[in-house]
């Protein structure tokens, strides 16, 4: 799952600002990462590299601009077959080190280039096996 992954990333925290159904993961009080539920389907907004989310979105059709959130920093991953665990996973990781990379440095709880270079978690899979946001 996404929300445990991201959990074992150092100082993150979960929070819910906007009611009890959205999860927003923060790293030093910055949202890297929010899950939700829209029409009924999970869905898991993630910051990404403007040139990477219009790539990701050309790539997978469950890829689309960052649903409630600036088009063309964030994307909304929903569950579907091409989105597997390790993709969704190494999203949420980028996310996490873009969020990183732009605190002072003297907060910053990971080295945010050098940091998932080793074996850092990074596999997404609901609880029936299958990729998901949940």
């Known amino acids: 799952m ?3 992954t991201a959990l074992q990333f150092p100082a993150v925290t979960v929070q819910n600002p906007f009611g009890p159904d959205i ?18 389907v999970p869905i898991v907004n993630l ?18 601009p960052g649903y409630h959130m600036n088009k063309r920093h964030w994307i909304t991953v929903v569950g579907g077959e091409n989105i597997t665990g390790t993709l969704l996973g190494e999203l949420v990781l980028d996310s996490y080190r873009l ?12 080295d945010p280039e050098a940091f ?5 978690p ?8 299958a990729a998901g946001p949940v």
């Open 2 to 4: 996404c929300s445990e």
């Open 23 to 40: 999860d927003v993961y923060k790293v030093k009080d910055r949202m890297f990462m929010f899950l939700a539920e829209l029409d009924g």
């Open 47 to 64: 910051k990404a590299e403007p040139e990477d989310s219009g790539a990701l979105r050309q790539a997978y059709p469950e890829i689309t």
């Open 99 to 110: 969020v990183v990379e732009k605190l002072p440095r003297h907060v910053r709880p990971v």
């Open 116 to 120: 998932g270079s080793e074996a850092v």
């Open 122 to 129: 990074g596999h997404c899979a609901r609880g029936d096996g």
